[in-house]
C-alpha cells in the first residue's frame, strides 16, 4: 500500500492505494491558512487515520506547490507561502517516524497520468497543469525528471513565444518577470482578459460556456487562446519532443482545445510532421494524490 498526499493551497486531500494502483481510501479536508504548523498537524492526521484503518504503516509521498531545493533541503517557489524555507519532507518524517518523500504537483500529475493514466505505456510525458497558474512535469521511462535545479516542467514562466503585435503590451506575472506564459493562458488571465475587453467579470468556465452559445468576445478570446497554447506546446515539443502531453487543471475540461490545438502547433515545431498526442487526464483533479503515492514505485 502506498499513501498519497496532495498539499493545496485550500485543500489537503489523502489516498491510500493498494498494490495494484487502486483507491482504497480518500478523504479531502481544508488547508489551515498561512499556518506551516497546523498543517503539519492536519496532514499527520490523515496518515494516522490510513494506519488505524489499515492497520499497517505505508509509505507517504506529498505532492507540493512548490519544490524542495536541492541546495538546502528546504521549500522553494511555492504558492502557499508558509512553507518556503522550511524542510517539509523532514519535519513529516519526523512526526510520522518514517520516509516521506515530496514533488512538484504537477511532477505527481505527470507522473500519475504515465504510471497508469492517459499516458500508460508511454516513454516521454510531458504533464501541463492548466488552472489558477500554468505549470508542468516531465516523465521518462515512470521517472520523473527533476534536473539539478529541481525546477524541470516550468515552462509557464518562459516567455509566451513569437509574440504578435497585440502581445507585445506584456503583463507581469507575481514571479517577479513580465510576459510569461502563465500570464496569458492560466483561468485567472483568460478572465482578465475577458474582463479588459467587456468590463465584465467571469470565471474561464464561464467565457467557455458562453463561447458555445455565439459570444462574440469569448469565440475571439477562445481562437487567441488556441494558438498561445499551441505556440507554448511547440517550444516543450522542440525541446523534449515528448510521446503524450496531457492536459490537467481546470482549462483542460474544454474539449475543443485536443482538436484546436494540434492542429495549430504544426507550424511552430521544428519537424515537417507531428506525432505527439494531446490528450485529457484520465483521473481529473485526483491525479496529482495519485501520483504522490507513485513516488514509491514499488510497495514497501
Known amino acids: 500500500m502506498r499513501i498519497g498526499i496532495d498539499l493545496g493551497g485550500t485543500k489537503i486531500e489523502a489516498v491510500a492505494l493498494d498494490?495494484?494502483?487502486?483507491?482504497?481510501?480518500?478523504?479531502?479536508?481544508?488547508?489551515?491558512?498561512?499556518?506551516?504548523?497546523?498543517?503539519?498537524?492536519?496532514?499527520v492526521s490523515l496518515v494516522s487515520e490510513i494506519d488505524q484503518t489499515f492497520g499497517i504503516r505505508a509509505p507517504v509521498g506529498v505532492g507540493i506547490p512548490g519544490t524542495i531545493s536541492p541546495s538546502t533541503g528546504l521549500v522553494k517557489n511555492a504558492n502557499s507561502t508558509c512553507l518556503i524555507g522550511r524542510p517539509l519532507d523532514k519535519?513529516?518524517?519526523?512526526?510520522?517516524?518514517?520516509?516521506?518523500?515530496?514533488?512538484?504537483?504537477?511532477n505527481c500529475f505527470a507522473l500519475s497520468e504515465a504510471s497508469d493514466g492517459a499516458a500508460a505505456g508511454a516513454s516521454s510525458v510531458f504533464g501541463v497543469i492548466l488552472g489558477t497558474g500554468v505549470g508542468g512535469g516531465l516523465v521518462i521511462n515512470q521517472q520523473i525528471i527533476c534536473g539539478p535545479n529541481s525546477i524541470s516542467g516550468e515552462w509557464g514562466h518562459n516567455p509566451l513565444p513569437w509574440p504578435s503585435s497585440s502581445e507585445a503590451?506584456?503583463?507581469?506575472?507575481?514571479?517577479?518577470?513580465?510576459?510569461?506564459?502563465?500570464?496569458?493562458l492560466s483561468g485567472p488571465a483568460?478572465?482578465?482578459?475577458?474582463?479588459?475587453?467587456?468590463?465584465?467579470?467571469?470565471?474561464?468556465?464561464?467565457?467557455?460556456?458562453?463561447?458555445?452559445?455565439?459570444?462574440?468576445?469569448?469565440?475571439?478570446?477562445?481562437?487567441?487562446?488556441?494558438?498561445?497554447?499551441?505556440?507554448?506546446?511547440?517550444?516543450?515539443?522542440?525541446?523534449i519532443d515528448p510521446e503524450i502531453i496531457v492536459l490537467g487543471g481546470g482549462?483542460?475540461?474544454?474539449?475543443?482545445?485536443?482538436?484546436?490545438?494540434?492542429?495549430?502547433?504544426?507550424?511552430?515545431?521544428?519537424?515537417?510532421?507531428?506525432?505527439t498526442r494531446l490528450v485529457p487526464a484520465k483521473f481529473g483533479d485526483a491525479s496529482g494524490v495519485r501520483g504522490a503515492a507513485w513516488l514509491w514505485p514499488e510497495q514497501h
Open 19 to 43: 498494490q495494484h494502483g487502486d483507491r482504497v481510501y480518500q478523504e479531502r479536508i481544508a488547508t489551515p491558512q498561512g499556518n506551516y504548523h497546523a498543517t503539519l498537524d492536519q496532514i
Open 91 to 106: 519535519d513529516l518524517s519526523a512526526r510520522l517516524q518514517r520516509p516521506v518523500r515530496c514533488a512538484n504537483d504537477a
Open 169 to 184: 503590451a506584456i503583463s507581469p506575472c507575481y514571479c517577479g518577470r513580465q510576459g510569461c506564459i502563465e500570464t496569458w
Open 190 to 239: 483568460l478572465s482578465l482578459q475577458y474582463q479588459k475587453l467587456s468590463g465584465e467579470t467571469l470565471r474561464s468556465e464561464e467565457i467557455w460556456q458562453r463561447v458555445s452559445t455565439g459570444d462574440p468576445l469569448a469565440q475571439a478570446l477562445s481562437q487567441q487562446y488556441y494558438r498561445r497554447l499551441a505556440k507554448s506546446l511547440a517550444t516543450v515539443i522542440n525541446m
Open 251 to 275: 482549462l483542460s475540461n474544454e474539449s475543443s482545445l485536443y482538436e484546436a490545438v494540434p492542429a495549430l502547433w504544426q507550424q511552430y515545431v521544428f519537424s515537417d510532421t507531428v506525432v
